[in-house]
């Protein structure tokens, strides 16, 4: 079957997720960063203090998905898409209209476990089960909802911020969450696998088993590969929450930067594709070892990069890694531990990411608080991930290479 046929045939069920992975923007690293200079002026907060504010609620809302992912095998994708959406809609609103320091984290936790944990799982989850041979090409179109809201909303934002009050961005965020309710429902009212759930539709994993989060977790494979799973979110979400500060320090207007960030999501969404295909043709345990190594590559372009150039050089390497890992693991995590259970497995490992994304922002933040700024960073972040590639490598050759 070919892409176009593929699309032609399932644009109900790849519209919707694709709808869902826009829908997780309003709770993302690079769209609430945008906001950061607005929100330390309003807070007074520092560069180290916002970072930590940020990492508190983040790492609170990844805790909680270890629990709320696995709501993911038990309810169907339109009831909780629902639920998600009124409540980030509630947060969106608590974001603009919220005045005290110490609600703040009850804020952010609220808009990330919403958007980068609950809706991109459900999303990601929905495509691995509903789609098995062509679960590639499913999780990249997908994500592209994501890619556009990436790619567009920070320069929109950006420009938007200079004639109205920040406040108002988070009232229409509010209001186009609801917006995607009504959408959702109509676009999920059959699901493209109704008996989903049931046991004939599932595929097992490794060693032909149905794995639970139990197995998966009394078993090696699962922590020698944790690193790998948190290192995207921790840096990429790094990058875009201090990229003001980057700017700043490289001699650029925010403006300038964030006018580069189609262009990292335009390569994005090519390697995502690229990587889908790949992935159909000779699986993602083949290909996982390897898809943090653009982003070593990256940071030590970044690092050195004076111009905006480099700087766009370096976000092309980064966005190879986002795309080729967006598609790669949610294939993979299948693949291994089959898709019966693959909420419950699924939420471990997006508990690990939303930490990491957590983790990122208050290291960083802290360093510079310090006198380092974050590209001086860099070089021991990249020495760091190709640390984490060979233990991912190690990890298939000694695990997963029958």
């Given at each position: 079957?070919?892409?176009?046929?593929?699309?032609?045939?399932?644009?109900?069920?790849?519209?919707?997720?694709?709808?869902?992975?826009?829908?997780?923007?309003?709770?993302?690293?690079?769209?609430?960063?945008?906001f950061?200079?607005?929100?330390?002026?309003?807070?007074?907060?520092?560069?180290?203090?916002?970072?930590?504010?940020?990492?508190?609620?983040?790492?609170?809302?990844?805790?909680?998905?270890?629990?709320?992912?696995?709501?993911?095998?038990?309810?169907?994708?339109?009831?909780?898409?629902?639920?998600?959406?009124?409540?980030?809609?509630?947060?969106?609103?608590?974001?603009?209209?919220?005045?005290?320091?110490?609600?703040?984290?009850?804020?952010?936790?609220?808009?990330?476990?919403?958007?980068?944990?609950?809706?991109?799982?459900?999303?990601?989850?929905?495509?691995?089960?509903?789609?098995?041979?062509?679960?590639?090409?499913?999780?990249?179109i997908?994500?592209?909802?994501?890619?556009?809201?990436?790619?567009?909303?920070?320069?929109?934002?950006?420009?938007?911020?200079?004639?109205?009050?920040?406040?108002?961005?988070?009232?229409?965020?509010?209001?186009?969450?609801?917006?995607?309710?009504?959408?959702?429902?109509?676009?999920?009212?059959?699901?493209?696998?109704?008996?989903?759930?049931?046991?004939?539709?599932?595929?097992?994993?490794?060693?032909?088993?149905?794995?639970?989060?139990?197995?998966a977790?009394?078993?090696?494979?699962?922590?020698y590969?944790?690193?790998?799973?948190?290192?995207?979110?921790?840096?990429?979400?790094?990058?875009?929450?201090?990229?003001?500060?980057?700017?700043?320090?490289?001699?650029?207007?925010?403006?300038?930067?964030?006018?580069?960030?189609p262009?990292?999501?335009?390569?994005?969404?090519?390697?995502?594709?690229?990587?889908?295909?790949?992935?159909?043709?000779?699986?993602?345990?083949?290909?996982?070892?390897?898809?943090?190594?653009?982003?070593?590559?990256?940071?030590?372009?970044?690092?050195?990069?004076?111009s905006?150039?480099?700087?766009?050089s370096?976000l092309?390497?980064?966005?190879?890694?986002?795309?080729?890992?967006?598609?790669?693991?949610?294939?993979?995590?299948?693949?291994?531990?089959?898709?019966?259970?693959?909420?419950?497995?699924?939420?471990?490992?997006?508990?690990?990411?939303?930490?990491?994304?957590?983790?990122?922002?208050?290291?960083?933040?802290?360093?510079?608080?310090?006198?380092?700024?974050?590209?001086?960073?860099?070089?021991?972040?990249?020495?760091?991930?190709?640390?984490?590639?060979?233990?991912?490598?190690?990890?298939?050759?000694?695990?997963?290479?029958?």
């Amino acid at each position: 079957m070919s892409i176009l046929e593929f699309i032609r045939t399932n644009s109900r069920w790849l519209f919707a997720g694709g709808v869902m992975t826009f829908a997780t923007c309003f709770g993302q690293t690079f769209f609430i960063s945008i906001f950061a200079k607005q929100i330390m002026e309003t807070y007074t907060l520092t560069d180290g203090e916002w970072g930590t504010l940020y990492a508190i609620g983040t790492t609170a809302s990844g805790l909680l998905m270890i629990w709320a992912g696995g709501l993911a095998d038990h309810f169907r994708a339109r009831a909780l898409v629902t639920v998600l959406l009124v409540l980030m809609s509630l947060f969106c609103l608590a974001m603009a209209f919220n005045s005290n320091v110490w609600l703040l984290p009850f804020v952010i936790f609220g808009l990330r476990l919403c958007g980068q944990g609950m809706m991109f799982h459900i999303a990601m989850v929905s495509m691995a089960r509903w789609y098995t041979k062509t679960r590639g090409k499913a999780v990249a179109i997908a994500s592209l909802g994501f890619s556009i809201g990436e790619a567009f909303l920070p320069l929109v934002v950006v420009v938007l911020i200079a004639f109205i009050p920040w406040q108002t961005i988070w009232v229409a965020a509010a209001f186009l969450s609801l917006l995607f309710i009504g959408l959702l429902r109509t676009l999920l009212k059959a699901e493209r696998t109704p008996q989903s759930i049931s046991e004939n539709t599932q595929a097992v994993g490794m060693y032909g088993k149905h794995w639970t989060r139990m197995d998966a977790l009394v078993h090696p494979l699962f922590w020698y590969l944790t690193p790998m799973v948190m290192a995207p979110s921790l840096f990429i979400t790094a990058v875009f929450f201090q990229q003001a500060h980057i700017a700043e320090v490289k001699g650029w207007t925010h403006t300038e930067f964030v006018s580069l960030f189609p262009i990292y999501t335009a390569t994005a969404v090519i390697a995502s594709l690229i990587f889908g295909w790949a992935v159909d043709k000779w699986g993602s345990i083949k290909l996982i070892p390897f898809v943090l190594m653009p982003l070593a590559i990256g940071f030590v372009v970044f690092a050195f990069s004076k111009s905006l150039f480099g700087a766009l050089s370096a976000l092309a390497f980064m966005a190879i890694m986002h795309g080729a890992y967006s598609t790669v693991s949610v294939a993979f995590w299948s693949e291994v531990y089959g898709t019966k259970h693959v909420g419950a497995i699924k939420a471990l490992t997006a508990a690990f990411m939303v930490i990491g994304s957590a983790i990122g922002p208050a290291l960083t933040g802290q360093l510079i608080d310090f006198g380092y700024s974050f590209p001086d960073q860099m070089i021991g972040y990249a020495i760091y991930i190709m640390a984490i590639s060979g233990l991912t490598y190690y990890a298939v050759q000694r695990f997963l290479r029958r």
